[in-house]
């Protein structure tokens, strides 16, 4: 079975540092894979998301980017973090066949809880 | 453009009871699939049931079934017989055809009272 891994599981960070979170996917090859952040009592915007290694499409600019080093393995960073950065961050995969389907649904880690101070 | 509008910010429902909560949605494609989302007090999103808008009949899973309403463009949850254990955030999305991302709502926050 599939499983989604995310660390760390909180992060509290200085405004100015740099940040990394991690992503890791098990059980699946070529997943698409998702950043969401979700401030306090919000719902969910999308960051990044990709289809492949290195492939990344952006959906907000800001101060954060993204990478897929390897298949399964998502990267969120900062250079430099924002107290505006501070929220939940989730990442999460589908398979997109193609069409419409109950494989479309994203499946979330359990997140990363950022304060940014 | 997608959009998804989930109007109820909090909601109330007694412990057993069914409770509705309501989604609308706006897509001019008409290839589109409907999830429903529940996020407890630790976080996580936890995948609760589909529904594909070529689907005849409206989805259900355990005690959750979706009354999707087509030509109203409505996608709502059913919880029959609440649990303590439904208290949760409940997010409705989207997804159409040809787009990568999946569209969520604001989110509706349940608490089951005893």
């Known amino acids: 079975s599939q499983t989604i891994h995310q660390w760390p599981a909180t992060l509290v960070q200085p405004v100015g540092s740099p940040l990394s979170l991690e992503c890791t996917v098990e059980?699946?090859?070529?997943?698409?894979l998702y950043w969401y952040r979700q401030a306090a009592g919000r719902g969910l915007q999308l960051l990044f998301y990709?289809?492949?290694?290195?492939?990344i499409s952006s959906e907000v600019p800001q101060n954060l980017s993204a990478s897929r080093p390897q298949d399964r393995q998502f990267i969120l960073s900062s250079k430099k973090l924002l107290l505006s950065d501070s929220g939940f961050y989730l990442c999460?995969?589908?398979?997109?066949?193609?069409?419409?389907?109950?494989?479309?649904?994203?499946?979330f880690g359990p997140g990363t809880r950022l304060t940014v101070l | 453009a997608q959009k998804i509008t989930q109007t109820q910010p909090g909601m109330f429902v007694q412990e057993k009871e069914a409770v509705t909560l309501d989604c609308t949605y706006d897509?001019?494609?008409?290839?589109?699939?409907l999830f429903w989302y529940k996020q407890p007090s630790s976080g996580e999103m936890i995948f609760l049931i589909y529904q594909g808008s070529y689907d005849q009949q409206n989805a259900t899973e355990g005690r959750y079934s979706l009354n999707f309403q087509k030509a109203r463009k409505s996608a709502n949850l059913v919880i029959s017989a609440s649990q303590l254990g439904d208290s949760a955030m409940y997010f409705c999305a989207m997804r159409v055809r040809g787009y990568q991302k999946v569209t969520f709502g604001i989110g509706t926050k349940l608490q089951v009272i005893p």
């Open positions: 990709s289809v492949g290694i290195g492939q």
């Open positions: 059980g699946t090859s070529n997943p698409n």
């Open positions: 999460a995969w589908n398979i997109l066949a193609g069409g419409i389907s109950l494989s479309d649904t994203q499946y």
């Open positions: 897509t001019s494609d008409p290839s589109y699939g």
